[in-house]
Nanobody, 127 residues
Framework: QVQLVESGGGLVQPGGSLRLSCQAS????????MGWFRQAPGKEREFVAA????????DYADSVKGRFHISRDNAKNTVYLQLNSLRLEDTAVYYC????????????????????WGQGTQVTVSS
């Protein structure tokens, strides 16, 4: 079983940037497809981005395409989410998820329904 710890959240003005990190322990990160989800107050958790085990394939929610970038460093057991051009509606708790999957799959449904989850990190976009 893999354990996940997110960091890097904080308060940022609209248009600003943040980089979130997800540190994995317990198992080798390269065995897992990885993803980021978020949950805003009063809303359901939603998909943000995902990356395949080797990093060659990525998927993004339409709302973040062109603004967010997911990457991974398997040697450091870490996944990153770069958040650029932040908007008020990006305010949420951001969660990292891991799921065993085929090497070239981002496995978004598996991440959502059967993944391992971290505790989340708060991102607040406010002027």
């Amino acid at each position: 079983q893999v354990q996940l710890v997110e960091s890097g959240g904080g308060l940022v003005q609209p248009g600003g940037s943040l980089r979130l990190s997800c540190q994995a322990s317990g198992r080798t990160l390269g065995s897992y497809a990885m993803g980021w989800f978020r949950q805003a107050p009063g809303k359901e958790r939603e998909f943000v981005a995902a990356i395949s085990r080797g990093g060659a394939k990525t998927d993004y929610a339409d709302s973040v395409k062109g603004r967010f970038h997911i990457s991974r460093d398997n040697a450091k057991n870490t996944v990153y989410l770069q958040l650029n051009s932040l908007r008020l509606e990006d305010t949420a708790v951001y969660y990292c998820a891991a799921a065993q999957a085929p090497y070239s799959s981002t496995a978004v449904p598996v991440l959502k329904d059967n993944g391992y989850w971290g505790q989340g990190t708060q991102v607040t976009v406010s002027s």
